[in-house]
Each structure stands twice: as C-alpha cells, then as structure tokens.
C-alpha cells in the first residue's frame, strides 16, 4: 500500500471535517467520517512527530556553524 503524503492526508482531513460540519450526513456516514478523521488526524501527527526529529537546528560554536540534531524535549 502506497503511503500518503502529510498534504494528501491533511487534505482529506479538511474535507472530512467539512462534510462533517455540514451537517447533511446520516448518524452512520457521520460516524464512518468521525472515524476515518480520526485516523487522518493520527497519520498527520504521526508525519509531524517524523519530521520534528529529523529536523535539526543552527548551533554556533567558536564563531562556526554547525548542526545537531533539534532537542526532543
């Protein structure tokens, strides 16, 4: 199965969250979209947390620059 980019993901997020604020859905199909947002909302933090660590920050040191990775706390 082919993984989902975090835009494809907080697309479908944002149209989930639209059809469910709407408000024209059955309980049921109300329900399967809670869920499916759900799901989406997870997999984008899942992407963010990702990408945090592989972020990494400007450190100077003795007038040079050099990199480190970002602190997790």
Same mark, same amino acid.
């Given at each position: 199965?082919?993984?989902? %980019?975090?835009?494809?993901? *907080?697309?479908?997020?944002?149209?989930?969250? &639209?059809? =469910?604020?709407?408000?024209? *859905? %059955?309980? @049921? @199909?109300? =329900?399967? #979209?809670?869920? !499916?947002?759900? #799901? +989406?909302?997870?997999?984008?933090?899942?992407? *963010?947390?990702?990408?945090?660590?592989?972020?990494? #920050? *400007?450190?100077?040191? &003795?007038?040079?620059?050099?990199? !480190?990775? +970002? &602190?997790?706390?």
């Amino acid at each position: 199965m082919k993984e989902t %980019s975090f835009e494809k993901a *907080l697309e479908n997020l944002e149209r989930t969250v &639209d059809e =469910l604020e709407a408000g024209e *859905l %059955s309980l @049921d @199909d109300s =329900l399967k #979209k809670y869920e !499916e947002g759900v #799901k +989406l909302a997870r997999m984008c933090q899942e992407k *963010l947390e990702k990408a945090k660590k592989r972020i990494e #920050k *400007l450190v100077k040191d &003795d007038g040079k620059f050099s990199t !480190e990775p +970002l &602190d997790e706390e």
